[in-house]
């Protein structure tokens, strides 16, 4: 018996339908993801059982063996909501890592290679104040010292939700910036779709940090100099400046609502949560500022709810409904090339539930996604999804996330119910984890929460979680922790 050069010290057949089989890991085996493969020889011929990744040496024994398969080995990083504090947690629960901060994030946090933690902030402001609401990031060295941070929250722009490091360094944001009434009218806005009297669409910058303070902003990309008003069918790479998602706040000024930025650095694109269109959004990064503003900075790709671009009588082709953190998975975990995405599940035709897709784009590369003409939209697939089932489904209306492990499982994040899970491809949980850090409640609790009003209390989410990610053991980030 043997698992690839491992040799197996006994086999018993500890049942009528039961072969046990025992195996000593050597003590000098390396410390990784291990591939079970066991084989029979039988009468009639081998049998053999594989289970890739199927278990982690070096990693607590958790138990279970080899049903589910094991966590994903790693640390998870997160911050909740209502926190100043961002942490970093092993796979059994105990917090190994905390960085304290004055503010709240605005709203993810991310580990670097460098051993540094880049995270957003929700300054104080008053500027733009809708949900996911930032306006500033930091970055603090592994001792928690702050060594870098950056504003831009002013009465014309705040940053919000998200941000991507790019390998060069220089950060993708997010950010709202303010249109007045006459200028969305311009446009072509409909006067009955301007409630607040004005209007948020959103941005991209792109910033080059200089020094312990500030940065300089090297590439900007705005929705809107891609807005068209007539003939909207016929420009699936524009943005219908009069399409809102149903509801008195679709009418409102935070009229996107892009909830999650990502960068392909080998496609030089940029992925998009245009949450209030329920839709995802690509864009090329390899332009000019001036181009970017200009029809090389249309959208190369869109998917989720074709209604926004080809009218009422596409509705019934939505997938997406108010969706969060859509990433592309990174070479080298099963799915490379695709794309995740937290399916919050508001609104669906067959009622709320959360998913976890999995989508498979038309093409990949760069001039693909067959872009820019009126046959765009529909070929991607959703080639893996998760809800659970029945009485097991899980449900949140907002935030959360989902990630695709090196293993191949799928970290998800249920964000209003604090809920980090590990599900294999087919579905089984492997790990499980419920947020039960609140203590920080005091910092930003408004006055009119009181014990006495729990309802009210839970409309802040003490325990939400915007997002969470598995920091993989061998992450160079990780280099400083003393494990
Ligand atoms: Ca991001």
């Known amino acids: 018996m043997t698992i690839g050069d491992i040799s197996g010290t006994s086999l018993t057949h500890s049942s009528l339908d039961t072969v046990t089989a025992i195996f000593d890991i050597p003590t000098n085996e390396v410390e990784d993801l291990k591939n079970a493969v066991v084989t029979f020889t ?24 080899l049903t589910n398969g094991a966590p994903s080995p790693g640390y998870n990083l997160f911050g909740t909501i209502i926190s100043t504090n961002t942490y ?5 629960g105990n917090i190994v890592k905390t960085w304290s901060s004055k503010y709240s994030p605005g709203n993810s946090v991310y580990l670097l290679e460098n051993s540094t933690l880049m995270r957003t902030a929700k300054t104080g402001s008053t500027n733009f104040n809708s949900g996911g609401a930032g306006g500033r990031v930091e970055q603090y060295d592994w001792d928690g010292n702050l060594i870098w941070a950056f504003d831009y929250d ?3 722009h705040r940053l919000h939700h998200d941000i991507e490091v790019m390998t060069n360094g220089n950060i993708l944001m997010i950010a709202w910036e303010l249109k007045t009434k006459a200028e969305a009218l311009a446009v072509g806005r409909s006067a009955s779709l301007l409630t607040d009297g004005k209007l948020w669409p959103d941005h991209v910058i792109e910033v080059a940090p200089t020094g312990s303070y500030g940065g300089t902003i090297v590439w900007e990309w705005h929705i809107w100099d891609h807005l068209v008003e007539t003939n909207v069918n016929l420009h699936p790479e524009l943005i219908d400046i009069n399409y809102v998602m149903s509801g008195p706040a679709g009418r409102g000024a935070d009229w996107n609502h892009i909830n999650a930025i990502d960068y392909n650095e080998e496609l030089d694109q940029i992925l998009l949560s245009a ?51 859509v990433r592309w998975i990174p070479d080298g975990r099963p799915g490379a090339g695709n794309l995740t995405v937290f399916n919050n599940g508001r609104d669906r035709f067959d009622g709320a539930y959360s998913s976890v897709d999995e989508i498979r784009l038309p093409k990949h590369g760069r001039g693909g996604y067959g872009a820019k003409d009126a046959t765009m939209p529909a070929k991607a697939e959703i080639v893996w999804s998760f809800s659970g089932s029945g009485d097991k489904r899980f449900y949140s209306s907002h935030i959360s996330g989902a990630e695709r492990l090196p293993n191949g499982n799928t970290l998800i994040c249920a964000g209003i119910q604090g809920r980090i899970f590990e599900v294999t491809p087919h579905g089984k949980i492997v790990w ?21 009003n729990p309802m ?13 990610s598995r920091v993989g053991r061998n992450h160079p980030g990780l280099k400083k922790l003393s494990k």
Not at 42 to 65: E, H, K, L, R
Not at 88 to 92: K, R
Not at 305 to 322: M, S, T
Not at 456 to 468: D, M, N, S, T, Y
């Open 456 to 468: 009210v209390a839970r409309q802040i989410e003490p325990f939400g979680l915007l997002r969470a």
């Open 275 to 325: 949450r209030n269109q329920s839709e995802i959004w690509i864009i090329d990064h390899n332009t000019t500022t001036a181009e970017a503003a200009g029809s090389a900075g249309d959208l190369l790709y869109r998917w989720g709810n074709p209604q926004v671009y080809l009218g009422g009588g596409f509705a019934q082709q939505q997938q997406l409904f108010g969706q969060h953190d």
């Open 42 to 65: 039988t009468p009639q011929g081998q049998i053999s059982f594989t289970m890739v990744n199927g278990f982690t040496v070096g990693d607590p024994v958790i138990g279970g063996g």
């Open 154 to 156: 002013t009465t014309e």
């Open 432 to 452: 499980d984890y419920f947020n039960p850090i609140t203590e920080d409640m005091s910092a930003d609790i408004p006055p009119w929460v009181t014990s006495s």
């Open 88 to 92: 970093l947690m092993d796979n059994d």
